[in-house]
């Protein structure tokens, strides 16, 4: 039963993921809260995973949440229910996108689409921020403000940020730079 459900869970993520793999975010995290396949910091790590290897990071997080849960047949299973309603749609638009390029009903859509993939993606920011660099449950038990913000995880992200803006290194770099950093800091005591 959990081959079908992973299947279902993932072919619907597939369906409505509009805007690439960080759109999917608000999908897994839906998932999380009603299978508890995984909790959100197994899904922070799942993100860091599929950014950090090749591949699109929704079918990376399909097939790990498919492994993890149900073996090498759930990993296959998770990985076809996100990738199934693609290659339909694809099949289906590609007949007749020719045709209908200049509908203003097809114009609409797609423009309401790229809307949608903003918000998604906007979303899926905002969980991450939460998940990496805030920690509202600490902060409402202490009531410390060093609590509530991952002081290194800040400091790691603004510099990122800092070298990606003044030297736009290829990102292999930076995550490589950045894990390096993150088991640092876990030796240190400090995340």
Not at 102 to 122: H, M, P, Q, T
Request: hydrophobic share 55%.
């Amino acid at each position: 039963m959990i081959y079908l459900q992973l299947f279902w869970e993932f072919f619907k993520t597939g369906l409505f993921t509009v805007g690439g793999g960080l759109a999917s975010l608000p999908f897994l995290y839906d998932i999380s809260d009603r299978t508890g396949w995984y909790t959100y910091s197994q899904l922070a790590d799942m993100i860091a995973i599929s950014e950090s290897t090749p591949g699109p990071i929704g079918i990376n997080m399909a097939t790990y949440v498919g492994f993890t849960s149900a073996g090498f047949f759930g990993a296959v299973l998770a990985s076809l229910g996100f990738i199934v309603p693609s290659l339909i749609i694809v099949s289906i638009v590609s007949k007749f996108l020719k045709k209908f390029n200049e509908n203003k009903f097809v114009k609409g859509a797609f423009y309401g689409l790229r809307a949608v993939s903003v918000a998604l993606i906007c979303a899926a920011l905002v969980s991450v921020v939460e998940i990496s660099l805030i920690n509202i449950p600490l902060f409402q038990e202490t009531g410390s403000f060093f609590d509530l913000v991952s002081i290194p995880g800040l400091a790691l992200a603004a510099v990122c940020y800092f070298v990606l803006k003044k030297w736009n290194p290829h990102p292999v770099f930076i995550l490589g730079g950045s894990a390096v950093v993150g088991i640092a800091l876990g030796f240190l005591g400090l995340i």
